[in-house]
């Protein structure tokens, strides 16, 4: 269920959408791991458990707001009613701890913006990333896609945005999460992605982006594209 939301300021039209942060992993050869390979727990199903606590112990809502004037809510109060938590996995939504939970923070912003222009090759995809917009919250990755794709309207679109790489070389797997893909121009084969992250990112320190695809096999195949 989700919670309500109130503002001190004036957000004008919004939506809301948001889950609970779960220990991220991914699937190799089938198999789902953490990143540091170990593997993931599973139900008498066979299907992934998923670990609601941080490594700190704590449990975490993430939150995403579009709204037509959330600039206006910056250095405000934002206000979270929860009133119970529960499952809605195998019947109509069922609390399982009774609240209520009335949070509450002071929303800060930021404007930081980097764009690049790219002009690199995803593999030998023969698919070409043209510019990537990035923010602290979101990528905006424009595709420059070969002939055969211009017909192109399956989802999802592989390779897929999966996160990205910093200076360190540390590897951010699995970060980007919901977003849209649209042709910018289907003539010109222009493919927009965007997604958004469930942390923040400092964009100083991020060197490539991530792209995933499986071969036939399901073998996970990482593509790097290095950012100028």
Not at 81 to 102: C, F, H, K, Q, R
Not at 160 to 185: F, M, P, V, W
Request: include cysteine; aromatic fraction near 10%.
């Amino acid at each position: 269920m989700m919670p309500a939301l109130r503002f001190e300021g004036d957000p004008g039209s919004y939506s809301a959408d948001g889950e609970f942060y779960h220990k991220p992993f991914e699937w190799e050869n089938h198999v789902a791991v953490y990143p540091d390979g170990t593997p993931v727990p599973l139900d008498k199903d066979g299907d992934p458990i998923y670990i609601y606590e941080t490594d700190a112990g704590d449990i975490e809502f993430m939150l995403t707001i579009n709204a037509e004037n959330l600039a206006d809510c910056f250095g405000k109060k934002v206000f979270i009613d929860i009133d119970s938590l529960g499952t809605s996995e195998l019947t109509d939504y069922t609390p399982a701890l009774e609240g209520p939970w009335n949070l509450s923070w002071t929303l800060t912003g930021s404007e930081s913006v980097a764009v690049t222009d790219v002009d690199q090759p995803i593999g030998e995809t023969g698919i070409l990333v043209k510019e990537v917009t990035l923010s602290p919250l979101t990528v905006d990755v424009l595709l420059q896609l070969k002939e055969e794709f211009k017909d192109f309207d399956e989802e999802p679109f592989r390779p897929d945005l999966a996160g990205y790489r910093t200076k360190d070389g540390t590897e951010h797997i699995n970060l980007y999460g919901g977003g849209s893909d649209i042709y910018e121009d289907r003539e010109k084969g222009l493919y927009r992605m965007r997604r958004s992250s469930d942390g923040i990112v400092d964009l100083d320190a991020v060197d490539a982006l991530l792209f995933l695809d499986w071969d036939e096999a399901g073998n996970k195949i990482t593509y790097t594209v290095e950012l100028p």
